[in-house]
């Protein structure tokens, strides 16, 4: 999806545990996103990261933990405090591409947390 | 909070018709503004970004931003089935979505 590559796109785990989503982009965008989609809802935004080894909290932060060591990678962990993970995960960057700004999206993981 | 606001619809157009979708926003110090469309069970997909006051067109489609009454609309001018899908309008640098609004393009 336009360089943005989310892994794995199906995730299973049993409640309890911690899992790191993974989100790598080779567009040599400073820009990179978390969010959480549940089923006929919309995006909600759970940490973002403007620049390599800064990242801010969204609206949902609580149960989630991310790193951005790398410009190139924003791995996302879904925490066991995170109290109903099972959600669709999606990774978003976006860049200055001039004239234009670009912005791409992961394919997405599914999470579900048995 | 900063807020997105859009009517989740569902808003149903006939075919060839012009559909309009509405976003207005809380933070009047929002500078860029971004449409994407996404279709069930798929990623979004940026159609239209906008920083500028007054229209960008680009093909069938054409935003609008109005800064002074903090909004942004998206215009589908000859509307397709194809363009059936969930609409959503995102703010600034840290993207805040609206909830999306549901379009269906009857034939």
């Known amino acids: 999806d336009g360089g943005i590559t989310q892994s794995p796109k199906y995730l299973f785990r049993k409640e309890g545990q911690n899992v790191t989503l993974s989100c790598e982009q080779n567009?040599?965008?400073?820009?990179m996103y978390w969010y959480r989609q549940d089923p006929g809802q919309g995006l909600r935004l759970i940490y973002y990261?403007?620049?390599?080894?800064?990242?801010q909290k969204g609206d949902i932060a609580e149960g989630y933990s991310v790193s951005r060591e790398k410009k190139e990678s924003f791995p996302l962990t879904v925490t066991s405090a995170q109290k109903n993970p099972t959600a669709f995960y999606l990774c978003?960057?976006?860049?200055?591409?001039?004239?234009?700004?670009?912005?791409?999206f992961g394919q997405g993981t599914r999470l579900t947390v048995v | 909070q900063k807020e997105v606001e859009q009517n989740s619809g569902p808003l149903s157009v006939p075919e060839g018709a012009i559909a309009s979708l509405n976003c207005t926003y809380s933070?009047?110090?929002?500078?860029?503004f971004f449409w994407y469309r996404q279709y069930s069970g798929k990623s979004p997909e940026l159609i239209m970004f906008?920083?500028?006051?007054g229209d960008k067109e680009d093909g069938r489609f054409t935003a609008q931003l109005n800064k002074a009454s903090q909004y942004v609309s998206l215009l589908i001018r000859d509307s397709q089935p194809s363009d059936s899908a969930t609409y959503l309008c995102?703010?600034?640098?840290?993207?805040?979505f609206g909830a999306g609004t549901r379009l269906t393009v009857k034939p």
């Open positions: 567009l040599n965008h400073d820009a």
């Open positions: 995102a703010v600034n640098g840290d993207m805040r």
């Open positions: 906008i920083y500028s006051n």
């Open positions: 990261s403007q620049i390599v080894n800064d990242f």
């Open positions: 978003a960057s976006i860049g200055d591409r001039a004239p234009n700004t670009e912005a791409f």
């Open positions: 933070d009047r110090g929002s500078q860029s």
